[in-house]
C-alpha cells in the first residue's frame, strides 16, 4: 500500500468515526428528548457531552494528529460508561475506527511531551460531563392530589438527596389517600441545573483542548524529539 | 502550488503540520502526480527533515532516558487501570448471575411476591413479566390486570430487584383490590361514591376495642334485611410510612424485624427494603400465616363482592387524612360502615379520632400484623 493511500484510508478512517460517533450522540438525545422526563435541556446536555469524542477527532484533522488517540481514548471511556445498554457498543465504534486510523499513519503523530500523561487524563475527563448529571441525587416527586399534579422538591417529600458516587437512581412506588393521591419520587431526572453545567463543562473541554494543544507546526519535528 | 513546492511540502504533509488549503493542495495535486506520489513512498518512512551533523548530547540523552522512564510508568499505569475495569467488569458479569441466584431464595423470593399479588387477586392475569439487568442487579418487574367486564384492567405491579448484595427492594403498589386503581383526584373518588347503590341502610357493628372477625361483620352483613355497604379503609402504610414514603404490601404482611444480634429464622427468605430505608425480614412461615388470614378475610368479602366498594388508605402521619376520610363518609348518605385494618398508631389514631368526632360510621379493626411474634431467635 503506497503512502499516499495509507493516509487517505486513515483519514476516510476518522471521518467514519467522526460520522458514527455525532449520529450516536444525536440519537442519544433524540431518544432522552422522546423520553418521559427529556427536555431540550437535557438532550442537549447528552448532545454536547457524548459528541465530545467525534469533536476531538474532528480538530485533530486540524494539525494536531496525536488528539486523535486521546478520542480514541474518550470515545473508549464514554462507551464503557454507557455499556450499561446496547448503545454503548456503538460508542466503540468510533473508538476502534481512531485507532485503526491512528495505526494507519505514515509516521508516528507528533505530539506534545506531555501528551502521554494528558491523552489519558483528558480522555477520561471526557465522562465529568456525564457524570455530573448523575452524580447529583435531585428527586422529583410528582404528587397529584385533589388540586391535580404538581411537582415537588425532594424536601418537601423527604426524600435523599445530595451527591451520590454510587452512581444509582432510585424511584418509588406511588401510594394513594384518601384524596385521591399519588406520590412517586425518582432520582433519575436530570434538572436543568446539571443539564446546563454539563453542557457548560463539555464547552469549556473542547475550548481549553483547542487552546492549548500545539498544533503539529509548533511542536519540534519527530527526528527532533529523537536520539 | 507548483510542483517544486508540492515536492519541499512533502515531510510536512506526512508530519499533519499543513494548513487545511495547503493539504487540499496537496491532495489534488498527489491525486494526479505519480512522480510525487513516488516521491513520497520514499520520504515518509524516513524523517530526514530534521536530522543535522551526528553529535552525541549527553544531556538529551539523559533527558531521553527520563522520558522513556516515565513513559514506562505511565504506561504500566495505564496497564493496571485497565486491567482493573476488565476485571471489575469480568466479575459484574461472571459473579453476578451466580450470586443472585444462589440457592433458591431469590427465587422463592420472586415467587413469594407473585404469590402474594395473585392469591390476593382472584381473577388476575399476568399480562408482563420482565427481567432487566443492571451492572449489580436484576429487577424483575410484573404486570398485572383484572378481568373487569369483557377487558382487563391494569392494575399497579409489582417489582423486585436482586442484586449482589441481596434483594433490595420488594414494592408491589397496592394489587389487591379491584377497587384501588387509576382514580387520582377526589372528584373521581366522588363519582365513585355515586355508582353506589341506593337504598344502603344498614350498619354493620365493628367495633375496634372488641376486634371481630371479618367473618363476625360478615355474619351482621348476611342479615337478609341489611342492604350493606363496607368501606374498606385498607390496608394501613404506616410501616411503610416509618421507613420511607413507599407502601408496599409486602411490608405490612407478615413482616418481622428482627432485633440486631438476634438469630434470623431458619426459613427466612430474605429481606427487603420499604422506600429509602430500613429492612424487613421475610420469613415463609410469617408470610403462610399472614396470608392465610388475609385470604380467609377477603373471601368472606369476595362471597359479597359488592361488600367491597371504595378503598382508601390513610396516610398515617397525617391526620388531616382521617378528616378527609370521615368528612367524605359523612356527607354520604350511603356510606355507612367502615373498616380498617391494623392497630398501628395510625389506625388508632383514625378510630380515636372517627370516635371523638361521633362519625355514624363504627370502626372494626382487624389485626394483620404481628404474625411473625416468637420467629425472631428461634
Given at each position: 500500500?503506497?503512502?499516499?493511500?495509507?493516509?487517505?484510508?486513515?483519514?476516510?478512517?476518522?471521518?467514519?468515526?467522526?460520522?458514527?460517533?455525532?449520529?450516536?450522540?444525536?440519537?442519544?438525545?433524540?431518544?432522552?428528548?422522546?423520553?418521559?422526563?427529556?427536555?431540550?435541556?437535557?438532550?442537549?446536555?447528552?448532545?454536547?457531552?457524548?459528541?465530545?469524542?467525534?469533536?476531538?477527532?474532528?480538530?485533530?484533522?486540524?494539525?494536531?494528529?496525536?488528539?486523535?488517540?486521546?478520542?480514541?481514548?474518550?470515545?473508549?471511556?464514554?462507551?464503557?460508561?454507557?455499556?450499561?445498554?446496547?448503545?454503548?457498543?456503538?460508542?466503540?465504534?468510533?473508538?476502534?475506527?481512531?485507532?485503526?486510523?491512528?495505526?494507519?499513519?505514515?509516521?508516528?503523530?507528533?505530539?506534545?511531551?506531555?501528551?502521554?500523561?494528558?491523552?489519558?487524563?483528558?480522555?477520561?475527563?471526557?465522562?465529568?460531563?456525564?457524570?455530573?448529571?448523575?452524580?447529583?441525587?435531585?428527586?422529583?416527586?410528582?404528587?397529584?392530589?385533589?388540586?391535580?399534579?404538581?411537582?415537588?422538591?425532594?424536601?418537601?417529600?423527604?426524600?435523599?438527596?445530595?451527591?451520590?458516587?454510587?452512581?444509582?437512581?432510585?424511584?418509588?412506588?406511588?401510594?394513594?389517600?384518601?384524596?385521591?393521591?399519588?406520590?412517586?419520587?425518582?432520582?433519575?431526572?436530570?434538572?436543568?441545573?446539571?443539564?446546563?453545567?454539563?453542557?457548560?463543562?463539555?464547552?469549556?473541554?473542547?475550548?481549553?483542548?483547542?487552546?492549548?494543544?500545539?498544533?503539529?507546526?509548533?511542536?519540534?519535528?519527530?527526528?527532533?524529539?529523537?536520539? | 502550488?507548483?510542483?517544486?513546492?508540492?515536492?519541499?511540502?512533502?515531510?510536512?504533509?506526512?508530519?499533519?503540520?499543513?494548513?487545511?488549503?495547503?493539504?487540499?493542495?496537496?491532495?489534488?495535486?498527489?491525486?494526479?502526480?505519480?512522480?510525487?506520489?513516488?516521491?513520497?513512498?520514499?520520504?515518509?518512512?524516513?524523517?530526514?527533515?530534521?536530522?543535522?551533523?551526528?553529535?552525541?548530547?549527553?544531556?538529551?540523552?539523559?533527558?531521553?532516558?527520563?522520558?522513556?522512564?516515565?513513559?514506562?510508568?505511565?504506561?504500566?499505569?495505564?496497564?493496571?487501570?485497565?486491567?482493573?475495569?476488565?476485571?471489575?467488569?469480568?466479575?459484574?458479569?461472571?459473579?453476578?448471575?451466580?450470586?443472585?441466584?444462589?440457592?433458591?431464595?431469590?427465587?422463592?423470593?420472586?415467587?413469594?411476591?407473585?404469590?402474594?399479588?395473585?392469591?390476593?387477586?382472584?381473577?388476575?392475569?399476568?399480562?408482563?413479566?420482565?427481567?432487566?439487568?443492571?451492572?449489580?442487579?436484576?429487577?424483575?418487574?410484573?404486570?398485572?390486570?383484572?378481568?373487569?367486564?369483557?377487558?382487563?384492567?391494569?392494575?399497579?405491579?409489582?417489582?423486585?430487584?436482586?442484586?449482589?448484595?441481596?434483594?433490595?427492594?420488594?414494592?408491589?403498589?397496592?394489587?389487591?383490590?379491584?377497587?384501588?386503581?387509576?382514580?387520582?383526584?377526589?372528584?373521581?373518588?366522588?363519582?365513585?361514591?355515586?355508582?353506589?347503590?341506593?337504598?344502603?341502610?344498614a350498619t354493620v357493628v365493628l367495633r375496634?376495642?372488641?376486634p371481630l372477625t371479618i367473618e363476625a361483620a360478615q355474619q351482621t352483613a348476611d342479615d337478609p334485611g341489611a342492604d350493606v355497604r363496607v368501606i374498606w379503609?385498607?390496608?394501613?402504610?404506616?410501616?411503610?410510612?416509618?421507613?420511607?414514603?413507599?407502601?408496599?404490601?409486602?411490608?405490612?404482611?407478615?413482616?418481622?424485624?428482627?432485633?440486631?444480634?438476634?438469630?434470623?429464622?431458619?426459613?427466612?427468605?430474605?429481606?427487603?427494603?420499604?422506600?429509602?430505608?430500613?429492612?424487613?425480614?421475610?420469613?415463609?412461615?410469617?408470610?403462610?400465616?399472614?396470608?392465610?388470614s388475609v385470604i380467609a378475610a377477603l373471601e368472606n368479602i369476595d362471597s359479597r363482592p359488592e361488600l367491597v366498594?371504595?378503598?382508601?388508605?390513610?396516610?398515617?402521619?397525617?391526620?388531616?387524612?382521617?378528616?378527609?376520610?370521615?368528612?367524605?363518609?359523612?356527607?354520604?348518605?350511603?356510606?355507612?360502615a367502615?373498616v380498617?385494618t391494623?392497630?398501628?398508631?395510625?389506625?388508632?389514631?383514625?378510630?380515636?379520632?372517627?370516635?371523638?368526632?361521633?362519625?355514624?360510621?363504627?370502626?372494626m379493626?382487624v389485626?394483620?400484623?404481628?404474625?411473625?411474634?416468637?420467629?425472631?431467635?428461634?
Amino acid at each position: 500500500m503506497s503512502t499516499y493511500t495509507r493516509i487517505k484510508t486513515s483519514r476516510r478512517l476518522v471521518w467514519a468515526g467522526i460520522i458514527v460517533g455525532y449520529a450516536l450522540a444525536a440519537g442519544v438525545a433524540v431518544a432522552n428528548l422522546g423520553s418521559e422526563h427529556g427536555t431540550v435541556v437535557t438532550a442537549l446536555a447528552f448532545l454536547v457531552a457524548l459528541s465530545l469524542p467525534p469533536s476531538l477527532a474532528l480538530v485533530s484533522l486540524d494539525r494536531r494528529p496525536a488528539l486523535l488517540t486521546m478520542a480514541s481514548m474518550a470515545a473508549l471511556v464514554q462507551g464503557a460508561l454507557l455499556l450499561t445498554s446496547v448503545i454503548g457498543l456503538l460508542g466503540l465504534v468510533p473508538a476502534i475506527l481512531w485507532y485503526l486510523a491512528s495505526q494507519r499513519r505514515a509516521r508516528p503523530a507528533a505530539a506534545p511531551r506531555q501528551a502521554s500523561w494528558m491523552r489519558p487524563g483528558l480522555a477520561a475527563a471526557t465522562v465529568l460531563p456525564l457524570l455530573v448529571m448523575f452524580l447529583h441525587v435531585d428527586p422529583l416527586c410528582v404528587v397529584t392530589d385533589s388540586e391535580g399534579t404538581v411537582v415537588r422538591s425532594y424536601v418537601e417529600e423527604g426524600a435523599p438527596s445530595g451527591w451520590n458516587l454510587g452512581l444509582g437512581s432510585y424511584s418509588t412506588g406511588s401510594s394513594e389517600s384518601v384524596t385521591g393521591g399519588a406520590t412517586s419520587c425518582t432520582s433519575n431526572r436530570i434538572v436543568p441545573w446539571e443539564a446546563a453545567v454539563s453542557v457548560s463543562l463539555s464547552a469549556l473541554y473542547l475550548v481549553l483542548v483547542i487552546k492549548l494543544w500545539p498544533t503539529a507546526d509548533r511542536l519540534p519535528v519527530v527526528s527532533d524529539r529523537r536520539v | 502550488m507548483t510542483h517544486d513546492e508540492i515536492q519541499d511540502r512533502l515531510e510536512a504533509y506526512v508530519d499533519d503540520r499543513l494548513t487545511r488549503e495547503e493539504r487540499r493542495a496537496m491532495d489534488a495535486h498527489l491525486e494526479q502526480c505519480d512522480e510525487c506520489r513516488q516521491i513520497l513512498d520514499e520520504v515518509a518512512p524516513v524523517d530526514i527533515s530534521g536530522l543535522g551533523p551526528a553529535r552525541f548530547d549527553s544531556a538529551a540523552m539523559k533527558r531521553a532516558v527520563r522520558r522513556s522512564m516515565f513513559r514506562t510508568a505511565v504506561n504500566t499505569a495505564l496497564l493496571l487501570l485497565a486491567a482493573w475495569i476488565v476485571v471489575f467488569f469480568l466479575s459484574v458479569l461472571l459473579i453476578q448471575p451466580l450470586a443472585v441466584n444462589r440457592g433458591d431464595r431469590a427465587a422463592d423470593a420472586v415467587r413469594m411476591s407473585m404469590d402474594l399479588t395473585e392469591m390476593l387477586n382472584p381473577g388476575l392475569v399476568l399480562t408482563d413479566g420482565r427481567i432487566e439487568s443492571g451492572l449489580l442487579s436484576r429487577e424483575v418487574s410484573l404486570d398485572y390486570a383484572l378481568p373487569v367486564g369483557a377487558g382487563l384492567r391494569p392494575t399497579p405491579g409489582t417489582s423486585m430487584t436482586i442484586g449482589l448484595f441481596g434483594i433490595s427492594e420488594l414494592s408491589t403498589a397496592d394489587p389487591r383490590f379491584p377497587v384501588v386503581d387509576e382514580w387520582g383526584v377526589q372528584s373521581e373518588a366522588r363519582d365513585r361514591l355515586e355508582h353506589l347503590g341506593d337504598g344502603t341502610v344498614a350498619t354493620v357493628v365493628l367495633r375496634y376495642e372488641s376486634p371481630l372477625t371479618i367473618e363476625a361483620a360478615q355474619q351482621t352483613a348476611d342479615d337478609p334485611g341489611a342492604d350493606v355497604r363496607v368501606i374498606w379503609a385498607g390496608f394501613d402504610a404506616s410501616l411503610g410510612r416509618e421507613l420511607g414514603p413507599t407502601w408496599t404490601a409486602a411490608g405490612s404482611l407478615g413482616h418481622g424485624t428482627c432485633s440486631p444480634g438476634e438469630p434470623l429464622p431458619d426459613d427466612m427468605l430474605g429481606a427487603t427494603s420499604a422506600g429509602f430505608g430500613g429492612v424487613n425480614l421475610f420469613s415463609r412461615a410469617s408470610v403462610d400465616r399472614a396470608l392465610d388470614s388475609v385470604i380467609a378475610a377477603l373471601e368472606n368479602i369476595d362471597s359479597r363482592p359488592e361488600l367491597v366498594s371504595y378503598v382508601v388508605r390513610p396516610f398515617d402521619d397525617d391526620p388531616g387524612d382521617v378528616e378527609l376520610i370521615l368528612d367524605e363518609l359523612r356527607t354520604h348518605p350511603l356510606v355507612n360502615a367502615l373498616v380498617v385494618t391494623g392497630p398501628t398508631p395510625s389506625v388508632t389514631e383514625f378510630v380515636t379520632t372517627a370516635t371523638d368526632s361521633g362519625a355514624t360510621a363504627e370502626v372494626m379493626a382487624v389485626d394483620l400484623y404481628n404474625w411473625t411474634d416468637g420467629l425472631c431467635g428461634r
